[in-house]
């Protein structure tokens, strides 16, 4: 132990190290008074529970102050004895991940032999919290009828806009953003038992692991005034999975869906341009065809109180109908997918001061034929063969230095292995064929890709709590560190793609493939951290946050394009490793304060002002990469009429002279401004909550944020005043029927490319409000609840990132004071159980999300550059309202002391309402058109066995 007591500053400061943690678990804390008032140092409090292997027990400190520390979610009872006192016992404390339980002790004169009970003691509201979260304990995620997968979980909580709808589980095959309060869309953090291992590309707020719903103890949501441990300002969720414990404990589960168990879907409408009469769509829709969900799992002790052993397995299969695809004249696609689970958990108690535990994640997601998500209709040919494993390995340790000190320590590694495929019957001579007019795509995938990725991460943190220093301090220090590489093989089928627009000939893109490419990013971070409470009503949580991030490209190489234009446009080329393309150090204020006004821990008054930094991934080294996947944009005018790009209809004239592209795209074509910063939030929120009846708490809460430094890029090779109004080429807006005069540009710039990624200052002017009225109530007696009522507006100026042109007059059209986002103004969420007479249980599952903006565009064509103009602001017309009503029914039976069976069924989508969810915003002759909706009604049905 001597040893150890060297080797902990080490540790702490040296080794160990990871990603942005949070609480896993729980926290017991109050104050120890006896009758008069007057507070009692030195009683010793016990805390019990059948989660813990051995009980946790602590003494109260100077003004009677204690706290127990690292309690997994569970149920739980507190003694606390004094001599000269009788024994003080509360029962049926419930905790969450990340939720401190206040409890007050009183005791009273006499023996501890004599025993005073408080029943229903657990508080319900957090009254030293930054914010109000939500949690999903085991009963909310295996009793609400649901998706059974994260992203229906998100969508569950209060104020959270999800960028697609589920109905039984729909979307299982897909992950979809969300946006929670004014955040960014994918500020995400998918936390698995506290250990941030997001998938590395894109932005870095995606997960490349699809999870087994029903291992998991818990699913803890923060979204807002997150402490400084917390790097994202989105939607941090953090799974905990399930372990053994010193009685075996297990379910099975079958759950089945099928066509005859659906309704039909009620078929949306739309008046093409020009007519005035309705029109039937009936080719929208993603109809069910079969889902079938397997799932078993069993934990238990190896040694009682020494070794725990938790395993599951899960088989998910679903099959969708795709009615926007004829593969052949009455032959619909089909979108089947596959996914199965391992889990493995083991924990170990050392001994009395050290706990570890090892998990071991596997996940396979095959999905046989997924289309592009930015055309409506791709036939089967045009799609992808998803064939994707991906593991996850985690280690953890506590050492409880003290009663009062404790050492938190996990690593972990995430790797992905995504191979999306050609289909039986595409070879690589199949063109990829493209409609942007009539959002269509056939013949191949536009690219095919290999793609591995590797995340490896670890985190420490020491926590120290201290009274007698003006109150109470709940210290808390850590730092993280993270290595994340993501490589990518691309090809494009001949090198090229082709492009239509509403069935003329329009472009051709020709690509730089094949492309074998890699970038990486390194991170570390470093918090602390004070919940510093003054008296019983007033907490103090101050902290600060550190992060560092930096991204570069290795040396890498890729060989010449094989295509018509082949080397004459890209020969073999390598890159030694890039400079670091980004290398940020920012520190930001988390400060939030929370007053009791009753000091008895059943309302509570919050406000916090919380700095965020955007997350970050591989993209911003890709977009940068020089080996990276890009093409130039040639016109393309079909001389013989055969539909075919030949090369002297696109890549040279008639006299055999090569073409100007007008334009070309990049790493190859792009740079980075020196001084780029990384973009952030501010958030303020205020909120009062109170806890009344029994179990239940109420509150509201207002939420302001704006998000400054945002990064897009602009082309240094053509200069806004190079752009000229050209009357020749005016067009007449769709929406207003005004004439318009685009800009153009001289035929001596057509083609020039030297895109400037930067900060855009002009995209800093945004803003968000929204005030929220919140109900939860966790499940006592017969039933429990989850609400939420959010009245939002989220506007600003419109960007594209690093798609985007602010050099280009033409994209300002409509740019400023639109929607962004995924704004929808008004969102209600109920989720609860009940349980009816004869021990029937009830769940409901309600959610309205007013309709999205649509941004609508027009293409033009003629100009020397290829051109899409917004011709409205973002929001000047939206999609119409989605009202999701799921509801459950089941009758659990005894078969015997320890085995339940339950009967369920799933009435999904009650309502049968078949909103339309994406429209063609591109004005034409489908303008408007429905592009899907949300699934119809299905019946679920499903068998479980729980002991």
Known sequence: MRILRVLLPLLFFVSTVLSAQVAVNGRITGTVRDVSGAVIEGATLEVKGP????????????????????LPPGTYSLTATHSDFQTFLANDIVLVPGFTATLNVELKLGSTSETVEVTAAGPVIDVQASAAQTNFDVALLQNIPSGRDPWSTIAQVPGATPGTFDVAGSNMAQQTSTAVHGSKPGETVYSFNGLNLNWPGGNGGSTAFYVDYDSFEAIQL?????PPEVSVGGSYINMVTKSGSNLFHGMAAAYYQTNGTQAALNAPSFTPIGTSAPVSVTNVGTPFIMGRDLTVQMGGPVLRDKLWLFGAYRFYVTKMQQLNVQDRPG?????????????????????????VNAQWLYNVQNRFYRRSTSYTYVTSNASIRQIEPAWVMQGQWIYTISPNLLLDSRIGYMHLHFDSQRQPGVDPTTLSIADAGASTLIGAAQNYSLQRTGATRAASSLSWFKSGWGGSHNFKAGFDTSVDSLNNDIYVNKDINVLFNNGNAYQVRAYNSPVSNKSIFHSYSIFAQDAWTIGRKLTLNLGVRFDHFRTFNPAQCSPAAAGDIGQAEFPTRCYPQSRDLASFNNAVPRISVAYDPGGNGRQVIRFGYNRFMLSQGTSFAQTLNANGSGYKTYLWTDTNGDKVPQTNEWYTNASGVVQTPVSVTGGVVTRVDPNVSRPYSDQINVGYQQSIMKSLAVGVSYYYRTTKNQIGR??????????????????????????????NIPASYRGLSDYVITNIPLTDDNRYDGVEITGQRRFDGKWQVN??????????????????????????????????????RVVLKLAGTYVMPLKISSSVNYQHTSGFAILPTQTLTGLNLSESVKIGTSGSRRLGDVDLLNIRFSRPTKLSEKLTLEPIADLNNVLNTNAVISVTSTYGANFLRPGNVVNPFIARFAMRLNW
């Open 51 to 70: 989660a813990l292997m051995n009980s946790r027990i602590v003494k109260s400190q100077a003004g009677g102050v204690y706290l127990v520390e690292q």
């Open 222 to 226: 923060v979204t807002d005034a997150a």
């Open 331 to 355: 032959v619909l696609g089909t979108d089947p997918n596959h996914q199965s689970n391992g889990t493995v958990r083991l924990d170990y108690h050392v001994n009395n001061k050290n706990t």
């Open 714 to 743: 602009y082309n240094a090779a053509i200069p806004r005043d190079a752009y000229f109004l050209d009357t020749a080429h005016n067009f007449v807006n769709g929406l207003t029927g005004e004439t318009v005069t685009p800009y």
């Open 787 to 824: 609400a939420g009522l959010t009245l939002q507006k989220n506007r600003g100026t419109y960007g594209n990132g690093t798609s985007d042109d602010f050099n280009d007059p033409n994209q300002d059209f409509n740019r400023a004071n639109g929607s962004i986002d995924q704004d929808a």
